[in-house]
């Protein structure tokens, strides 16, 4: 595509016209910190992630932009006996206007 560059972290990205894109991205990793040091306090604990986005053109001056951001929930037990659960999903919309 003429312009655009597909970034390393992107599964894919479609331009439908000059005025829109839409893109997916996946992870699947693993926790690279063993369980026993997880905080509960802050359980960074997510293996995987699934994203969604698209973005429309308005003008020259301003655009729309939506994200979604969905992972699965991870349970860790840390060294201290205590288990924790993480995941959850974001969203986002963005207006953008440029000087």
């Known amino acids: 595509m003429p ?6 972290w992107m ?10 894109s839409a893109a997916t991205a996946a992870n699947v ?10 905080n509960p306090l802050f359980p960074a ?5 699934v994203t969604l986005g698209a973005g429309y053109v308005i003008s020259k001056a301003s655009s ?7 992972v699965p929930k991870t349970t860790a037990t840390g060294g201290s006996g205590v288990s924790v659960d993480f995941g959850g999903y974001s969203m986002q919309a963005m207006y953008s206007y440029r000087f």
Do not use: Q, T
């Not at 729309?64 to 969905?70: A, G, I, L, T």
């Open 3 to 8: 312009g655009s560059s597909l970034k390393p």
């Open 11 to 20: 599964c894919g990205k479609s331009e439908a016209s000059s005025f829109s």
């Open 29 to 38: 990793a693993n926790n690279p910190i063993p369980d026993k040091y997880m």
């Open 45 to 49: 604990i997510a293996k995987s992630h």
């Open 64 to 70: 729309v932009d939506f994200s979604y951001v969905y």
